[in-house]
T-cell receptor, first 112, second 112 residues
Framework: EDQVTQSPEALRLQEGESSSLNCSYT??????LFWYRQDPGKGPEFLFT???AGEEKEKERLKATLTKKESFLHITAPKPEDSATYLC?????????????FGAGTTVTVRA | DTEVTQTPKHLVMGMTNKKSLKCEQH?????MYWYKQKAKKPPELMFV???????INESVPSRFSPECPNSSLLNLHLHALQPEDSALYLC???????????FGDGTRLSIL
């Protein structure tokens, strides 16, 4: 049973066209939700951690939000350099504290 | 540049060879991780070391043998690998549990 589902699988945007990525999770108790960015041939780059519903984090053109069932990653006025695969991962309460459950990712392509 | 350094960046080996992957971090993190990532898939956890002790082994075949010589170093010893073991092997570290994991850029492993 999938605990973390990301949508859409792929997103093609024009430069400046804002959009949102979704990460829904079904864990019974959320310890933390993490967003990563991964470029081809590179390791995931940490972006944000969210711990409780209502929390928001921002970094440049990216803003992450969290509810009790899902998280959104908003990309405002994207640039071509924002093209990457964005991964969402959750840590669940009551399990080993080190384990992350990853979603399959959303691949974002921003055209100039 | 990432703060988790992995060597080598690329490795090609035959099924009868023995080789090692190395990972180093100098952030003072006490947890270190090995992940395996296949193309267009999210990372899969293999091993976790916490305070230099093996904390998690995700039922990884014995042809993969982890070692944590000290708090900054993590090795993955490889022996008698199979073609399906070809993948990107990622190392990560975190301060402690529940904290964000920071990834290296991985070793691209090809088994002939």
């Amino acid at each position: 049973e999938d605990q973390v589902t990301q949508s859409p699988e792929a997103l093609r945007l024009q430069e400046g066209e804002s959009s949102s990525l979704n990460c829904s999770y079904t864990v019974s108790g959320l310890r933390g939700l993490f967003w990563y960015r991964q470029d081809p041939g590179k390791g995931p780059e940490f972006l944000f951690t969210l711990y409780s519903a209502g929390e928001e984090k921002e970094k440049e053109r990216l803003k992450a939000t969290l509810t009790k069932k899902e998280s959104f990653l908003h990309i405002t006025a994207p640039k071509p350099e924002d093209s990457a695969t964005y991964l969402c991962a959750v840590q669940q309460e009551g399990t080993n504290d080190y384990k992350l459950s990853f979603g399959a990712g959303t691949t974002v392509t921003v055209r100039a | 540049d990432t703060e988790v350094t992995q060597t080598p960046k690329h490795l090609v080996m035959g099924m009868t060879n023995k080789k090692s992957l190395k990972c180093e971090q100098h952030m003072g993190h006490r947890a270190m991780y090995w992940y395996k990532q296949k193309a267009k898939k999210p990372p899969e956890l293999m091993f976790v070391y916490s305070y230099e002790k093996l904390s998690i082994n995700e039922s990884v075949p014995s042809r993969f043998s982890p070692e944590c010589p000290n708090s900054s170093l993590l090795n993955l010893h490889l022996h008698a690998l199979q073609p399906e073991d070809s993948a990107l092997y990622l190392c990560a570290s975190s301060q402690v549990a529940h904290q964000p994991q920071h990834f290296g850029d991985g070793t691209r492993l090809s088994i002939l």
